[in-house]
């Protein structure tokens, strides 16, 4: 896929439910737009891998399923979108805002997204994709035991459940998301595109890139 830039680096949000598409999306808007993919779960199990203060912390709420405290997810990303790559080329930020607070931390911060794009899946087919989903903790590569699985003995027999990825985490998981989805959408009304997550990969993201030309037009 050729690698497009805008006349002006794009500040896109995108939000979902866990397992709605955002990952697979993101890698599809990257690889087009080139633009710094900012994944706040990717950027907090790194920083649990490097087992730094926040790591620790973010951790025990990973594992229960739960949000991490607002003002330590405030700062990580703050910090990360001051940086350079984000200021020239445009960010993707995936994963936040997931509440009210969040959002309204990112207005004062006057980080204001230009498209707010919304993958929306049924509770009940999010559920059946996350129980299923597999990562390999060396390709990062994630598989579906049911819609996605490869037949590679020597990667099956590592392939890894994520410890919030099971029945009860994700039902906590989606409380959480559901609770806070509309009072985060009402910051970005004007700038919302609503996408049926429901379908093939690509055409979701036929939507989504419709929704990035329209935007670019105007940039
Ligand atoms: P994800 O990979 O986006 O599903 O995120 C995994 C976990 O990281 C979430 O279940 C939360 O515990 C934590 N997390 C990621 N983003 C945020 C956020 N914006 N606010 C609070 N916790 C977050």
Request: some cysteine.
């Amino acid at each position: 896929m050729a690698t497009l830039v805008a006349n002006k680096p794009m500040h896109i949000i995108i939000s979902g439910a866990a397992c709605s598409g955002k990952g697979t999306q993101c890698e599809l808007i990257k690889s087009k737009y080139n633009l710094i993919h900012l994944s706040t779960g990717d950027m907090l199990r790194t920083e649990s891998a490097a087992r730094t203060e926040l790591g620790l912390i973010a951790q025990e709420y990973m594992n229960k399923g739960e949000l991490i405290p607002d003002q330590l997810i405030i700062k990580l990303v703050k910090s990360r979108i001051q940086q350079e790559d984000c200021q020239k080329q445009g960010w993707l930020l995936d994963g936040f805002p997931r509440t009210a607070i969040q959002a309204q931390a990112l207005l004062e911060s006057n980080i204001i997204p230009d498209l707010f794009i919304v993958l929306q899946v049924p509770d009940s087919v999010l559920i059946e994709r996350v129980t299923g989903r597999r990562l390999d903790p060396v390709t990062s590569i994630i598989y579906h035991i049911k819609y996605n699985m490869t037949t590679d003995e020597q990667i099956i027999a590592r392939l890894i459940q994520r410890s919030d990825d099971t029945i009860e985490k994700i039902t906590v998981r989606l409380a959480a998301y559901n609770d806070q989805v509309t009072a985060i959408e009402s910051h970005y009304s004007k700038i919302i595109a609503k996408i049926d997550g429901n379908r093939d990969k690509m055409l979701v993201f036929a939507d989504i890139d419709k929704s990035i030309q329209k935007l670019q037009e105007i940039l």
